[in-house]
């Protein structure tokens, strides 16, 4: 009989559906229970695509001795956490002060009025690695919960005073200088892979903040080590195993130093952030495989991760059939069997032998360089090229005919920002009229189906079902950075507009006045143990480095000083960590580039789609210029960067800017480049 997960429409909450656990969601009718019948709660948290989530379900929650035994005495939560990322973030930080490590899925022992006081993450069905099983985890809480409650209790609140220490954001004067990004980058260097790119040791993840950081420094302070270091980390990661070789995108993270073996999983947000990236690094480079890179990922998102309204999926699972990688993988025969003569060459190219390179499988990899492979093969680099791209087509339709790993097929307004400004810019960047078109339409979604009626946001959506959940402080600052960049693609005033509105929504609803920044919540949320204010980027963005970029970006079309204040305050508060930690604050730095950098504004006025403008737009945008703000219009428009300015000679005529300290008017693309240029 399923249980009331039965009413969710998250896909991750229904794969616990006929569980012989007496699930509950995250609700009052359970926090009710575990109060009026003095129970813990058991919370339990997880996400679709999460392997090690599946396990656990399967050795412990579908088993029915171990369900008795949480049935009597818990009351068991189960948590999407894409879904409340409120209730992940509380609880993990939970988690990590009391083990020193988190992950998922994450277990964590709560009092009936939700204060932690014991958790971990994957727990086995029996003993091993010095890890208890489920069952003698659960028995030595009962057993304190019935035998030390005072201790219980007094625990529980220490850990929660711990988690509510509220971050301060109340800005340092004069750090935020050119100098800072010079030692940012020496700490990074002292963890670089200078063999095999990325930072550290494994698991490897993409550390697409990171690289993004890099290309913005080398951009404006022409620092080769910036550029060296994302290269090579871009090359390694376009050339390994956690790259999907046939179909685009990427996969979580890579379970080894080389970018090998991968967790399968392929998230929304990754490939978001990827393929923004790599587009950032053909316009720095002009290399041709950065751009194949970010098309293939952003082809794959169109094709396997779109709803047709305009929305996008969150992300697939890693495991199919019941076994992780499986739809991904292939064996030497299996390859000569379809490829025929044309084995040898791809076998060649994506490193693919008998004994294979995970698990007795092949994960395709590339280990060699195309002419290398052609000069081997006794053929031309043109052949190898076309014939190599058969195959891969090939291969891919004989691979769409297996079974396919589970879709996580909600809509999350967060992630769908960070794919909006992908694929505005490069559909901009790359002149794809079909990737503008691939934006505009998830804009339009996401104004029609992920907004109250006031205009607040809401959180998730999927398909028959009504959007729901209060949208968080990420849900506003990526979808309002993303809606800029489509702005920035069509000139159309209405993404301009809405930007603004949830810029407004986020100071009103979320500024945290007594010690500056955001908090991740609402104001009007739902009352938790603690209000979370999250820094640090994890494998998305801080919501509140987002925020900050968001409002810096505002103030130069708006002239609102305002806004420009706020941020850099909160910016320059984390100087110290900044510069000490890049990698768990690169969205910071990227935001404290921005400032330094004495960013310009560029309003050309004419009509956008006039040739004579478009030619002006064209040059603005022939470089990466990451400290560049363009708008686009007549004078009468209704932002202040554009307003009242005049044309010369009746042609669509270009000011260049400083904080509204304008350079004179040029009306020619090369005048208009020689400003950029100065």
């Known amino acids: 009989m399923p249980n009331k997960l039965a009413q969710e429409s998250s896909p991750y909450l229904l794969q616990h559906v006929d569980n012989p656990v007496d699930w509950y969601s995250w609700d009052e009718e359970a926090l009710h229970r575990a109060r009026h019948e003095d129970k813990p709660i058991l919370l339990s948290i997880g996400y679709a695509a999460c392997h090690w989530c599946h396990v656990m379900a399967h050795e412990s929650f579908e088993d029915p001795t171990t369900a008795a035994f949480m049935n009597k005495h818990f009351v068991n939560v189960k948590v999407d956490r894409e879904e409340r990322p409120d209730l992940d973030a509380i609880y993990m930080q939970a988690v990590v002060a009391m083990t020193g490590q988190g992950g ?7 009092t009936p009025d939700g204060q932690p006081f014991y958790g971990g993450t994957y727990f086995p069905p029996a003993p091993r690695y010095g890890m208890p099983s489920f069952i003698q985890l659960m028995q030595g809480i009962i057993n304190a919960w019935q035998t030390k409650r005072q201790e219980i209790l007094q625990s529980a609140g220490d850990i929660t005073k711990h988690l509510r220490r509220t971050a301060v954001l109340t800005g340092e004067e004069d750090v935020l200088t050119p100098g800072m990004f010079g030692k940012a980058t020496a700490a990074l260097a002292q963890t670089f892979d200078h063999e ?6 494994a698991p490897k993840f993409p550390p697409s903040m990171t690289v993004e950081y890099l290309l913005q420094s080398f951009v404006l302070h022409k620092d080769s080590r910036t550029l060296h270091m994302a290269e090579t980390t871009l ?33 929304l947000y990754d490939n978001a952030l990827l393929a923004r990236v790599y587009l950032h690094a053909y316009q720095v480079t002009e290399e041709p495989l950065y751009r194949r890179i970010a098309e293939e990922t952003l082809d794959f998102v169109v094709r396997e991760l779109r709803h047709e309204a305009g929305g996008f999926y969150s992300s697939y699972d890693a495991d199919s059939e019941g076994e992780e990688g499986k739809f991904y993988t292939w064996s030497a025969p ?3 069997g379809y490829l025929g003569e044309d084995a040898e060459l791809f076998k060649l190219y994506y490193g693919v032998t008998e004994t294979g390179n995970w698990e007795g499988t092949n994960i395709l990899n590339i280990q060699k360089e195309l002419d290398e492979v052609a000069w081997a093969a006794k053929m031309s680099e043109k052949e190898a090229a076309e014939r190599l791209a058969a195959a891969k087509q090939k291969l891919y339709d004989i691979r769409a005919q297996r079974i396919w790993p589970g879709l996580d097929d909600k809509v999350l307004t967060a992630w769908n920002g960070l794919m909006l400004a992908t694929f505005a810019e490069a559909g901009r960047v790359l002149n794809r009229p079909d990737y503008t078109e691939t934006a505009v339409r998830n804009a339009q979604f996401l104004y029609k189906t992920m907004r109250t009626g006031d205009g607040r946001l809401l959180r998730t959506w999927k398909s028959g079902s009504e959007a729901k959940y209060n949208g968080y402080l990420e849900d506003y600052a990526y979808l309002a950075d993303g809606l800029l960049a489509l702005y920035q693609t069509t000139f159309d005033e209405q993404w301009f ?14 500024y945290d006045a007594d010690h500056g920044g955001f908090f991740d919540t609402s104001d009007d949320h739902e009352a938790l143990i603690h209000r979370p204010k999250d820094l640090q980027d994890n494998a998305v963005p801080s919501a509140n480095a987002m925020a900050a970029q968001v409002l810096l970006k505002l103030s130069l079309y708006l002239g609102n000083q305002n806004y420009w204040d706020v941020a850099e305050t909160a910016v320059s508060s984390l100087y110290g960590a900044m510069v000490q930690h890049p990698n768990a604050f690169a969205h910071w730095l990227c935001t404290a580039v921005f400032i330094t950098s004495q960013p310009k504004e560029v309003a050309i006025i004419g009509d956008p789609a006039a040739p004579d403008t478009q030619a002006l737009i064209h040059t603005t945008f022939a470089a990466f210029r990451p400290n560049l703000m363009v708008a686009a219009g007549e004078a009468s428009s209704q932002i202040p960067l554009l307003t009242e300015r005049q044309r010369l000679e009746d042609k669509a005529t270009a000011y260049v800017c400083r904080h509204f300290v304008c350079q004179q008017p040029v009306n020619t693309p090369e005048a208009l480049a020689a400003q950029l240029a100065s």
């Open 104 to 110: 998922w899925p994450m277990t964590v022992f709560l």
């Open 196 to 201: 095999r790119g990325g930072f550290g040791g």
């Open 235 to 267: 090359k390694k990661m376009a050339y390994g195993g956690m790259y999907d070789q046939l179909g685009g995108g990427f996969a979580r993270y890579s379970t080894d130093i080389h970018w090998l073996v991968p967790h399968f999983e392929k998230m």
């Open 334 to 336: 299996e390859i000569e």
């Open 497 to 510: 507009t809405w930007a603004h509105e949830l810029a407004e929504m986020m100071r009103t609803h979320f």
